[in-house]
Each structure stands twice: as C-alpha cells, then as structure tokens.
C-alpha cells in the first residue's frame, strides 16, 4: 500500500511495521535489526513456540521535518506483543541510539537545537513481560524505566496508543513515565488488564467479557477525560501522525508540560485524586465522568472523536 | 516439544527471482505465518526453510510449497518460513502475497 493511501488506514488495523514506516516522513524510515537480521528469541523454540524475525517489534528511525524520530513499534498479533529479551533489547538499542544522536544535535545545533532535537516514538500493542522469557523480559522494563529517565531534560518520549491489544502490565508504566501519551478511542491502557482482573478478583468485581464496561475503564475517551492521556485523536493513521507532528513543532519545554507524574506537584495531584475516589466512592467511569461536568455521560462512549472532544469536560488539573 | 525445522527444494524457473535483495512479509500470529524471500542465483532452484511448532505435517508442507513453486512459476530464491499453525490455505494464500508485493503489486 502507498504513504497516501497508508495515511488513511485504521492505526488499529494496521501492523507494527506499517505504522513505523507510515508515522515518519514518507520514504524516510530504515529499520534497524529488521527481519532480515533474524533476531529470533533464544529461549522460545526449547518452548515449541513459534518465532519470528523481528521478535514482535519493529525498531528504527526515519525524519519528521528535520529532525530524527527513533520509532519502536510492537507487533500484538505475535504472542500479544508481550517483551522477551530480544525484544526488550531492540527497545534499548532504540534509545541509546537516540541519546548518541541527541549528544551529535546538541553540538551541532546548539542555538537551534529545537529543530534537530530528536525524539523517541513507541507505538504499544503489549500485555507487558513475556512469560516464556520472563526474567529477561522484566529485566527489559527496568533497562527502558533507565533509559526513559535518561531522556528527561534531552529529548522527548511519545507514547501512541491505538492497537488492538492496548498497553498493558509493566509497559503500562513504561507508557506512564514517557513525556506524553496520545491515544485513540480504541487504544486501551492500563496496568492489570481486564482478565487478570477478573480472574483475581472475581466477575462481581469485574466483567472482562463487558466489552463496553472495558472501553469506560481503560479505553482512551475515559484516559482522556481522567487526563491520563493528553491527547486523542480518531484511529487513523494520519491521526496519530497529526498530534504527533504538532507536538514535536512545540517547545520541548511545552512537550514535558505533558507529563502525568514525576514531580512534587504532579504527585500531589495523582494523592488529590485517590482521596476524591474514596470520597466518591463511584460505582462505574460514568459517575466520575459526571462529577466532571459531564451531564449525560451515558452518551460519550458513542460519540464520534470530534464530536466528542467538542462536548466533553475532563477532569481539572486542580483535583478539587 | 522442540521446534521442527524443515527444508525442501523445488525446480524453479531460472532468473524468475525478486527485484530487490530480499523481502519480508506477514506476520507469525496466531495461526498466520512469515516469509523471508531472499535472492539466491541457483540455477532457478527454490529453496525453503520452514521452522514450525506443529509435527508431522511435512509431506503438507512439501505439497503447498510444491504447488507455489509451480503455479507461481518463481525461481532462484530461498524463503524462510516462521509459521505459527497456519492452516496450507494461509500458506498458499501468504506465499502469493509475498510475491505479488515484492514484485511491486498491491497484496492480493
């Protein structure tokens, strides 16, 4: 399929290595350790589970105006885009790559450093750890926690959230501490996922199989009004490229304006909003959603994205 | 328990090879399958190398492959598949599309 015709596809529908390509500029992208290198996991054919060249992710980078953008891309159809070694590795790589550019554009561009900035895209489609290699894929997440924070005062980090599979387990706190997160309605986040939920605490508690009931929770219309994703665009490609695009034309200061947590107030912020849950003690989404000036909340979930970001109100960053 | 690894070779037409040095394609989900396809100068042999979780399908997989080589009328290549259960139908169906996009065609 072609750049043009790419941008109007369904981010959701899309795999891993088309949205990498179709993010950047057109024809700019190169992967790195692509499916020609035949990276396989080490640890899945002892298991008698499948392989695959890329190991679930497509790293990379290409140019968005002119500056580099370090892509990762995961792929949920391949064991639920779930991190193993080689996987978490490649995400590593992507960063160290990212930090020696970052180093070359500070010297080279020091008056003009906005413009060649590079940044760091992750696209997730993951449950978290791979079990089958879980050792080396926990191992993974606090190596990306490192280089995250490696990032901060550098360059920006930019979660995309639009994939079947959502962001899930420990990367639903690597998206957490990422400078900002862009989500679509489809796109789902969280930490315990909905089955694991269900399955802890029993379906009293929470029905995985209550499609809808999932979307008010973890869908990105509920992150968006909660503020825990700050931007939301329809599930197109050219959506996501979008928000994208204009948040790296920002400041860099404007993008870490972004952030959810890791500061003194923004922790105060997140006590604020446990202790107004206590005191509400909501039954669903829709009672929050109401509290924030949402009239008829039970008519959010099927508004159209623009309609929606028209009528809706999110949560003030002031709690109370 | 242990992955299969198998590999098969096929009379292919001679020079009816990929324009490019090598192409991927498809992705190994549940029941899905990727290939490799690599330009390899052989005298129009075709070569394939398939790594699988399932036994006792490789008179299967000699038959689909066989059918490819023929019907597609491909030659000097190696393709590498990672198949995860794929059923011969998405074989067939897959190796089709790796071809008709490496040769420049919008997938079938």
């Known amino acids: ?320 | 328990m242990a992955l299969q690894h198998l590999e098969f070779s096929y009379e292919g037409t001679p020079g009816a090879t990929i324009p490019m040095e090598w192409f991927h394609s498809g992705v190994v989900g549940s029941g899905d399958m990727e290939v490799l396809l690599t330009r390899r100068e052989q005298q129009g042999k075709v070569t394939v190398k398939v790594c699988t979780p399932v036994r006792g399908f490789d008179q299967v997989w000699d038959k689909v492959l066989a059918r490819f080589v023929q019907e597609s009328g491909c030659g000097d290549l190696e393709l590498e598949i990672n198949d995860n259960n794929a059923t011969p139908f998405i074989v067939s169906l897959r190796l089709k599309q790796a071809l008709q996009e490496a040769r420049g065609g919008e997938p079938a």
């Open chain 1, 1 to 320: 399929m072609s750049y043009g015709n790419g941008q109007k596809m369904s981010f959701l529908e899309a795999n891993a290595r088309q949205r990498a390509n179709w993010l950047v500029d057109e024809g700019s992208f190169t992967e790195l350790l692509g499916p020609q290198d035949r990276m396989t996991s080490p640890h899945l054919p002892a298991l008698g589970e499948a392989v695959s060249f890329d190991d679930g992710v497509v790293t990379g980078v290409g140019r968005i105006g002119t500056r580099p953008v370090f892509v990762i891309s995961q792929e949920g159809r391949f064991i639920g885009g779930a991190v193993g070694e080689v996987h978490g590795a490649k995400m590593v790589g992507i960063f160290r790559l990212a930090l020696d550019a970052y180093k070359a554009a500070a010297e080279k561009h020091p008056d003009d450093l906005d413009a060649y900035r590079p940044a760091v895209v992750i696209s997730f489609e993951t449950g978290g750890v791979r079990l089958h290699e879980a050792n080396a894929g926990l191992l993974a997440h606090a190596e990306v926690m490192d280089m995250i924070q490696d990032t901060k005062g550098k360059l920006p980090v930019i979660s995309l959230i639009g994939s079947k599979v959502g962001c899930f387990g420990g990367m639903g706190f690597v998206a957490a501490a990422t400078d900002a997160i862009i989500m679509s309605p489809l796109g789902r986040l969280g930490l315990t996922g909905p089955e694991v939920i269900e399955q802890e605490m029993g379906k009293e508690e929470f029905d995985a199989s209550d499609k809808s009931l999932v979307s008010r929770t973890t869908g990105g219309k509920h992150k968006y009004i909660m503020q825990d994703c700050n931007i939301l665009v329809e599930d197109t490609i050219m959506g996501f490229r979008r928000a994208l695009c204009d948040l790296l034309a920002q400041p860099y200061e404007k993008v870490c304006a972004c952030r959810r947590i890791g500061s003194y107030q923004l922790v105060k912020e997140q006590m604020d909003l446990v202790a107004l849950a206590v005191e509400l003690n909501p039954g669903d989404a829709k009672d929050v959603w109401r509290y924030y000036g949402n009239e008829h909340p039970e008519q959010l979930p099927e508004l159209e994205t623009a309609e929606f970001l028209r009528v809706v109100h999110r949560r003030p960053k002031e709690v109370r």
